[in-house]
Nanobody, 127 residues
Framework: VQLQASGGGLVQAGGSLRLSCAASGITFKNYVMGWFRQAPGKEREFVAAISWSGSRTYYADSVKGLFTISRDNAKNTVYLQMNSAKPEDTAVYYC?????????????????????WGQGTLVTVSS
């Protein structure tokens, strides 16, 4: 199983960035997909999750209305569109795959729900 995250980089505050995560080795359409992030010196935290079909999503309060998670099951890829980026969004962003069913927000936002993790992509937002 491989989850390859890409699209990170340096962006100015207020700018936009789109992260991608390409999955292989799994039946992608059967997995809940999530994005998490980890800032220096902090614990990894939930950012967003999307259901198998893409019809349901959850977001962390800190990114709601600013970030958008989406997926393309034909391309085995999940995306995170980051708009109006802030310096506090600076972190390594990880994608993750959960072979379970779509659950409540506390369930899909838990690190422990996810079976596979990508290697992360660094996003730096300059002020």
């Amino acid at each position: 199983v491989q989850l390859q995250a890409s699209g990170g980089g340096l962006v100015q505050a207020g700018g936009s960035l789109r992260l991608s995560c390409a999955a292989s080795g799994i039946t992608f359409k059967n997995y809940v997909m999530g994005w998490f992030r980890q800032a220096p010196g902090k614990e990894r935290e939930f950012v967003a999750a999307i259901s198998w079909s893409g019809s349901r999503t959850y977001y962390a309060d800190s990114v709601k209305g600013l970030f958008t998670i989406s997926r393309d099951n034909a391309k085995n890829t999940v995306y995170l569109q980051m708009n109006s980026a802030k310096p506090e969004d600076t972190a390594v962003y990880y994608c993750a795959a959960d072979r379970g069913t779509w659950g409540t927000r506390p369930q899909v936002s838990s690190l422990y729900a996810y079976d596979y993790w990508g290697q992360g992509t660094l996003v730096t937002v300059s002020s």
